[in-house]
């Protein structure tokens, strides 16, 4: 007779171990049985057969599932993590919106059945207002100085920024968030014991001491490319809305970005350089029929996330420029200097449109103010003088 574990969340970490996430068929049979009759059936081989051929060979190498089951608490109790499933207080009520867009077209989409956690904070509390920043992994510096930026003011309106843990804009996300005192979720596509990627590894150090790693695979799990998709509709799930900063055309990016506007998220982006191969996937977003938002800064990513009963965003503060501290007559003689030339009194008091006795006062006042040069009665902009 099979052994059995014991309890709903030993099999459901079990089972997590046999089959990906998301998994329709296995998440079918979970709401017809149960977790621990699920896993008898599995072992039995009284199941659908696209799930008796995807758990045959794990099946036929663990003779003793509850003994499996064991390994795997062992391994999270090693690790510092623990194991939350739908039933528990900290579980964040958005994962369930995940029923909302699942189909037949898309049968890895299904809510998570189980989610290793790693951190000292409560999953629900962290993530009741959050807001994910995603994009491009070969971000540009701007690209990385803009998320950077939009994490740390975020986390100082004291909302959480949630990320996938990876290079580029990720990366400069969480560490905004944590240079401000603030704590972050980074959403692996690894077990919870060995983040990926392993260059990251100081700055998940950090995460897990202050924020929270979080991943639906158990411990000794390993990266892999389906897995970052996967992962990423968690990511646009657990949080009120996404942030794309920079993003190819073809980008994980993109597919959050989908996924948050399939579940009623709020989409946003920030604009780039039109010539940017780094930016041609956000500004696609802008041209998709998801009703994207463009955001420069954090005010407008608030303002977006909170509606109309929120802080809305202030006018940002007007550029100044050495320019702007001229009286009116003093800046239109100095925009009215040709650059790299000299030019008479007169025809200078022309081009402004200015009485000649009127432009060689000011002139000779801007001289004293270093704005402009004499040389042999005719005028030009200081060299040094920046406009």
């Known amino acids: 007779m099979t052994n059995l574990p014991d309890d709903a969340r030993s099999a459901l970490m079990l089972l997590s171990d046999l089959v990906e996430p998301g998994d329709a068929e296995l998440d079918d049979l979970l709401e017809e049985t149960g977790p ?16 008796r051929r995807i758990t045959s060979a794990s099946v036929s190498c663990t003779p003793d599932p509850a003994g499996r089951a064991e390994q795997i608490a062992a391994a999270t109790d090693a690790c510092g993590a623990r194991v939350l499933v739908p039933d528990d207080p900290a579980w964040p009520e958005r994962l369930r919106d ?23 904070h409560d999953l629900a509390e962290l993530c009741a207002r959050s807001v994910a920043i995603v994009g491009a992994r070969a971000a ?41 005192g603030g704590a972050t979720v980074a959403v692996l596509a690894s077990g919870a014991d060995a ?33 970052f998709l996967t992962r ?19 980008s994980g990016a993109r597919n959050t970005a ?16 039109v010539t940017s191969t780094m930016s041609a996937g956000v ?43 001229l009286t009116e007559i003093e800046a239109r003689l100095v925009e009215s200097l040709p650059r790299g030339y000299v030019v008479e009194t007169t025809r200078l008091a022309a081009v402004a449109g200015l009485p000649a006795d009127v432009a ?23 060299r040094a003088r920046q406009l």
Not at 212 to 223: K, N, R, V
Not at 368 to 379: E, G, L, Q, S
Request: glycine share 8%; proline share 8%; charged share 30%.
């Open 36 to 51: 621990i009759e699920a896993v008898k059936r599995i072992w039995e081989g009284d199941v659908p057969d696209r799930l």
């Open 98 to 120: 995940l029923h909302l867009v699942c189909d037949a077209d898309e049968p890895h989409v299904r809510p998570p059945r189980c989610l290793w956690v790693r951190g000292p």
């Open 140 to 180: 540009t510096e701007y690209g990385q100085h803009l998320a950077d930026d939009l994490a740390a003011d975020l986390t100082d309106a004291g909302w959480t920024v949630v990320s996938g843990g990876a290079f580029g804009i990720d990366r400069a996300a969480h560490l905004g968030a944590l240079a401000r």
């Open 195 to 227: 983040p990926y990627p392993k260059g990251n590894r100081s700055m998940f150090d950090l995460i897990a001491e202050k924020g929270l790693l979080l991943s639906e695979w158990p411990p000794g799990a390993t990266a892999m490319k389906h897995r």
């Open 232 to 250: 990423n509709r968690v990511i646009a799930a657990l949080t009120a809305g996404t942030v794309v900063i920079e993003a190819a055309v073809r």
């Open 258 to 273: 989908r996924h948050a506007a399939e579940l009623g998220r709020v989409l946003m982006f920030t604009p780039g350089p």
């Open 283 to 325: 500004h696609r977003l802008a041209r998709e029929p998801w009703e994207a938002r463009l955001v420069t800064r954090a005010e407008e990513v608030i303002e977006d996330l909170t509606g109309i009963g929120g802080p809305l965003a202030s006018e940002p503060p007007p550029q100044r420029r050495p320019l702007d501290r």
């Open 360 to 382: 060689a006062q000011t002139l000779e006042r801007l001289e004293r103010m270093r704005w402009v040069d004499r040389i042999d009665d005719r005028w030009r902009l200081a």
